[in-house]
């Protein structure tokens, strides 16, 4: 497993931005399907819109983050933007961010594709760039947008795009890390063609029947559901367990533990597993759905506001699935900002 340790580095804010309509399940379905659906789930609305990618709503919720932090934009040294849903094949969105937000051409940019672990490993490799100390303020984008040109409507997966603010400074406190991957299941979330190992063409479009009885064609996501549970229920605990034995601390005594927002049923187990209280695990998915990357920081900005602002909050916070992939982190905060959720 690798495990990192960073010191001197702290998240000073963190924002969300989703699109202002609001798709509710039992809209899309069957009373009896939607209520089977929401048992199962927990996802009984979330958002979406076709009018918005990623990238819009990482830049408006940059903008926000920004204005409350009182950052000047020619104050930030680099940008990653963590995303499976991005503007371009090429150029980088994290480029056109730059562009767009108007930060200095010195500004470092970098994309990575990742989808549930996104948030943990983007905040991993902006902390190592920032560990020299050259870089003093960043932003880390995350997020994803499945429009429906490319996906089948889906009543798990919602829109967000979230920020989060980086800063150098003389601070007490770390950020442990336990991160893994398991390449060998690559195929149990996976989009089969569109990339330059199936390559595009007319049969891409041809709907083929899955093994959950709905059909889809080559160019949407298929998810083996019961390997994911599995992978899921199994792995987020034990990567817990092992950041608290590595670094000999007590993750029962955290304050929060923020789970990639997968499914209910799915996230409890794991709860149980670890045996803590519900009152430590908030969930957004009941509103927002599966939001992949943007999962986390979008719990902490619509559960956790007003709670865990200016004062000493423990976080332990653990992304799952796509890659298979999974990350943990675990730090602690005393003068957080976070802003408002800005809907577009």
């Known amino acids: 497993m690798a495990y990192l340790e960073f010191r001197n580095i702290s998240i000073a804010g963190i924002s969300a931005g989703v699109p202002k309509h609001v798709e509710k399940t039992v809209s899309t379905t069957s009373k009896y399907e939607a209520e089977s659906f929401i048992e199962s789930t927990g996802v009984k609305e979330k958002r979406y819109s076709n009018d918005f ?8 919720a940059a903008e926000r983050l920004l204005d409350d932090l009182k950052w000047n934009k020619n104050e930030i040294d680099a940008l990653i933007f963590v995303s499976q849903t991005p503007d371009y094949i090429l150029p980088a969105t994290s480029c056109v961010l730059q562009g767009k937000m108007g930060f200095k051409k010195e500004c470092f940019s970098l994309d990575i594709s990742l989808g549930c672990s996104g948030w943990v490993y983007g905040l991993s490799t902006l902390m190592s760039l920032m560990n020299g100390g050259n870089i ?3 932003l880390l984008m995350v997020g994803d947008a499945r429009k429906q040109a490319y996906e089948e409507p889906d009543q798990l997966f919602g829109f967000a795009g979230t920020v989060t603010a980086l800063e150098y400074c003389d601070c007490v406190g770390s950020y442990r890390f336990e991160l893994g991957t398991d390449g060998t299941e690559y195929d149990a979330i996976i989009k089969p063609e569109g990339g330059t190992r199936n390559q595009l063409t007319e049969r891409s479009l041809d709907l083929i029947e899955c093994e959950d009885g709905r059909k889809r064609h080559r160019l949407q996501t298929r998810m083996n ?15 817990i367990k092992r950041l608290g034995e590595h670094f000999a601390f007590d993750y029962k005594k955290c304050d929060y533990l923020l789970l990639h927002q997968a499914n209910i049923k799915m996230n409890e187990a794991i709860r149980k597993k670890l045996q803590l209280n519900s009152e430590q695990v908030p969930y957004s998915l009941i509103d927002f759905g599966n939001t992949s990357s943007a999962s986390i920081p979008l719990t902490i900005v619509t559960q956790l506001k007003g709670k865990v602002e200016n004062k000493l909050t423990k976080f332990v916070c653990c992304g799952f699935g796509v890659g298979l992939s999974w990350g943990t982190v675990a730090f602690e905060t005393r003068q957080l900002i976070i802003s408002d959720l800005v809907e577009l």
């Open 225 to 239: 559901g019961l390997d994911v549970f599995a992978f899921g229920i199994t792995t987020a605990p034990k990567s």
């Open 53 to 60: 990618t990623t990238s819009d709503l990482c830049q408006a």
């Open 136 to 138: 003093k303020k960043a």
